[in-house]
């Protein structure tokens, strides 16, 4: 099995920012794609962005230019770093691997979520 654990949620004021961490382990033979999702209360769980193994990124219109996600293969770890933050992007985040488990089965996991709050 493959577990996601994220961190770095928390309250902030609009216009500040806050770095999300994502950490995978279990049995992991490859992860191909990482990624941040959110869902705010009422809405439906939406793509912030994804990066691949090999660094390919693609953000939401919504944040681009102020949201910026990185990935560091060796700890299977990605971060988000969100920057200038509105209170429309207040929400839950989630993060999500893609990749190939030691028995060369393909997974598709998600991680508990962490609550991020902007105030205005």
């Known amino acids: 099995q493959v577990q996601l654990v994220e961190s770095g949620g928390g309250l902030v004021q609009a216009g500040g920012s806050l770095r999300l961490s994502c950490a995978a382990s279990?049995?992991?033979?490859?992860?191909?794609?990482m990624g941040w999702y959110r869902q705010a209360p009422g809405k439906q769980r939406e793509l912030v962005a994804t990066?691949?193994?090999?660094?390919?990124?693609v953000y939401a219109d919504s944040v681009k230019g102020r949201f910026a996600i990185s990935r560091d293969n060796a700890k299977n770890t990605v971060y988000l770093q969100m920057n200038s933050l509105k209170p429309e992007d207040g929400a839950v985040y989630y993060c999500?691997?893609?990749?190939?488990?030691?028995?060369?089965?393909?997974?598709?996991?998600w991680g508990q979520g962490t609550q991020v709050t902007v105030s205005s």
């Open positions: 990066i691949t193994n090999g660094l390919s990124t």
């Open positions: 279990g049995s992991i033979f490859s992860i191909i794609s």
């Open positions: 999500n691997a893609d990749g190939i488990d030691m028995k060369r089965i393909m997974f598709h996991t």
